[in-house]
């Protein structure tokens, strides 16, 4: 299905063929469970649960980062977790939001009620906490403090909606811009990184805005399902009534107006990602940095002025996540891509959108940002030979594949 999916991108059918094949090594690096103990061992299953492509990128990080990265992640997951559980009482959820940087050093704390996709973090918080205590003292001071601002930060939004683009910013910081604050304190904590890159906050923060803004686009649909809103009133009250009115058919040029103008906003985060991007020093820090940034622009070029995105989920193909992970491992290739989707979004521009000037002088800029001498191959080259070729090679490693059980299937089928 993949393969189909990918069928007018031969570039894509190509890398997901050696993906399959050992290419995911470029990225990820296999782990060694025989040397962790018990409880660690743990963490990685529970990671590799919540979130089965993105934990393929943190097993790349080098040595002791990637544990404490690890550790990291979880305990964020069961931070939010709790902060998206809609059946634990106001009080309750306040004071566990407040308290939840202290359960680090509660060896018993857990909470077993949840009925969230991801409950099994909370439910058995002890080995995350076990695993947390073991890691160096600098470490853990990050993730404490991390979880100490977020915790209160999601407290402050449980009773209000995202009202302005201020407040919006301010949420997003809160429960991704700190994320972006805290691993960059962890990379230099860890020297792989300059003591630097952990006492900016501005350039890690806007990494973590593009991410969640993005996400927040997204998501639209499956949010309104929920009962959740995280759109900004600022931007919407000037195109309905209520942010719900989107999800009728009726409205749907409203609805991509706003759309767009939400791209936009997100899109302003760009350069800070690209400077940010470019302070980094080792191989398996910027891999883990730049993947989700290229993903997260492949997502907002797929999202801008599609009408899809209020009514099914906009998803990227796996062919393209996969050439994307492949590909985003030094500046020169992270900038090629960006300019492509930057490119992509230009070519969609319409005429008469209220962002249409803002929107244009945004990727412009972007556009500037990210030329280099030797510009991704453009899809150009699609000619029929190429596509016959591209089908022949599917059929064959369709026949090939279907007869093996790689270690990479596991990952590939969370993308
Ligand atoms: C992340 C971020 C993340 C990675 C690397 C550097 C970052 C710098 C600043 C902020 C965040 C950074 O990446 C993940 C990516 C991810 O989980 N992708 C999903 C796909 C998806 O569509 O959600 C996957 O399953 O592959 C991310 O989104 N977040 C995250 C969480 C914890 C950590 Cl340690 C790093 C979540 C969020 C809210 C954007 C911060």
Same mark, same amino acid.
């Given at each position: 299905? +993949?393969?189909?999916?990918?069928?007018?991108?031969?570039?894509?059918?190509?890398?997901?063929?050696?993906?399959?094949?050992?290419?995911? =090594?470029?990225?990820?690096?296999?782990?060694?469970?025989?040397?962790?103990?018990?409880?660690?061992?743990?963490?990685?299953?529970?990671?590799?649960? &919540?979130?089965?492509?993105?934990?393929?990128?943190?097993?790349?990080? +080098?040595?002791?980062? =990637?544990?404490?990265?690890?550790?990291?992640?979880? @305990?964020?997951?069961?931070?939010?977790?709790?902060?998206?559980?809609?059946?634990?009482?106001?009080?309750?959820?306040?004071?566990?939001?407040?308290?939840?940087?202290?359960?680090?050093? +509660?060896?018993?704390?857990?909470?077993?009620?949840?009925?969230?996709?991801? =409950?099994?973090?909370?439910? +058995?918080?002890?080995?995350?906490?076990?695993?947390?205590?073991?890691?160096?003292?600098?470490?853990?001071?990050?993730?404490? *403090?991390?979880?100490?601002?977020?915790?209160?930060?999601?407290?402050?939004?449980?009773?209000?909606?995202?009202?302005?683009?201020?407040?919006?910013?301010?949420?997003?910081?809160?429960?991704?811009?700190?994320?972006?604050?805290?691993?960059?304190?962890?990379?230099?904590?860890?020297?792989?990184?300059?003591?630097?890159?952990?006492?900016?906050?501005?350039?890690?923060?806007?990494?973590?805005?593009?991410?969640?803004?993005?996400?927040?686009?997204? *998501?639209?649909?499956?949010?309104?399902?929920?009962?959740?809103?995280?759109?900004?009133?600022? @931007?919407?009250?000037?195109?309905?009534?209520?942010?719900?009115?989107?999800?009728?058919?009726?409205?749907?040029?409203?609805? @991509?107006?706003?759309?767009?103008?939400?791209?936009? $906003?997100?899109?302003?985060?760009?350069?800070?990602?690209?400077?940010?991007?470019?302070?980094?020093?080792?191989?398996? @820090?910027?891999?883990?940095?730049?993947?989700?940034?290229?993903?997260?622009?492949?997502?907002?070029?797929?999202?801008?002025?599609?009408?899809?995105?209020?009514?099914?989920?906009?998803?990227?193909?796996?062919?393209?996540?996969? &050439?994307?992970?492949?590909?985003?491992?030094?500046?020169?290739?992270?900038?090629?891509?960006?300019?492509?989707?930057?490119?992509?979004?230009?070519?969609?521009?319409?005429?008469?959108?209220?962002? &249409?000037?803002?929107?244009?002088?945004?990727?412009?800029?972007?556009?500037?940002?990210?030329? &280099? $001498?030797?510009?991704?191959?453009? =899809?150009?080259?699609?000619?029929?030979?190429?596509?016959?070729?591209?089908?022949?090679?599917?059929?064959?490693?369709?026949?090939?594949?279907?007869?093996?059980?790689?270690?990479? *299937?596991?990952?590939?089928?969370?993308?």
């Amino acid at each position: 299905m +993949d393969f189909l999916k990918s069928l007018s991108h031969p570039e894509e059918i190509y890398n997901l063929f050696k993906f399959k094949m050992g290419g995911c =090594r470029t990225v990820m690096s296999r782990l060694n469970y025989e040397s962790m103990s018990p409880s660690l061992r743990i963490c990685y299953q529970y990671l590799n649960q &919540t979130s089965r492509s993105f934990a393929a990128v943190i097993q790349g990080l +080098d040595d002791e980062l =990637r544990h404490a990265v690890c550790i990291f992640y979880l @305990v964020l997951r069961a931070l939010d977790t709790v902060e998206d559980d809609m059946t634990i009482p106001l009080p309750e959820k306040i004071s566990m939001l407040h308290n939840f940087h202290s359960y680090l050093y +509660d060896a018993k704390w857990k909470y077993t009620e949840s009925r969230e996709k991801d =409950r099994r973090v909370l439910e +058995d918080f002890p080995t995350i906490t076990l695993e947390f205590r073991k890691l160096a003292q600098v470490y853990r001071d990050v993730i404490k *403090d991390i979880c100490q601002q977020m915790g209160r930060g999601m407290a402050e939004f449980l009773e209000k909606k995202v009202g302005t683009l201020a407040e919006w910013d301010r949420y997003c910081h809160y429960v991704a811009g700190l994320v972006g604050i805290g691993l960059s304190r962890l990379f230099s904590a860890s020297e792989l990184e300059d003591p630097i890159l952990g006492q900016d906050t501005s350039l890690p923060n806007s990494m973590g805005l593009f991410l969640q803004k993005t996400n927040i686009i997204r *998501d639209y649909l499956e949010d309104q399902q929920d009962g959740r809103e995280f759109w900004p009133k600022e @931007v919407w009250e000037k195109y309905a009534q209520k942010l719900s009115d989107f999800a009728v058919p009726e409205n749907l040029d409203s609805a @991509v107006k706003c759309l767009n103008e939400l791209v936009t $906003n997100a899109l302003q985060h760009v350069p800070d990602v690209l400077t940010y991007l470019s302070r980094l020093k080792n191989q398996s @820090v910027f891999n883990f940095c730049a993947i989700p940034q290229v993903m997260g622009m492949a997502t907002l070029a797929a999202c801008y002025n599609n009408p899809h995105v209020f009514s099914d989920v906009v998803k990227i193909r796996k062919g393209q996540a996969v &050439t994307l992970m492949m590909g985003a491992t030094n500046m020169e290739a992270v900038k090629n891509i960006m300019h492509q989707y930057c490119k992509e979004i230009q070519l969609r521009i319409p005429m008469s959108d209220p962002s &249409t000037t803002h929107i244009q002088e945004i990727t412009g800029n972007i556009s500037r940002l990210t030329l &280099t $001498n030797s510009p991704f191959v453009s =899809r150009a080259y699609l000619s029929p030979v190429y596509l016959s070729c591209a089908m022949l090679l599917v059929a064959l490693s369709w026949q090939y594949l279907s007869t093996l059980s790689q270690p990479s *299937d596991e990952y590939i089928k969370g993308l």
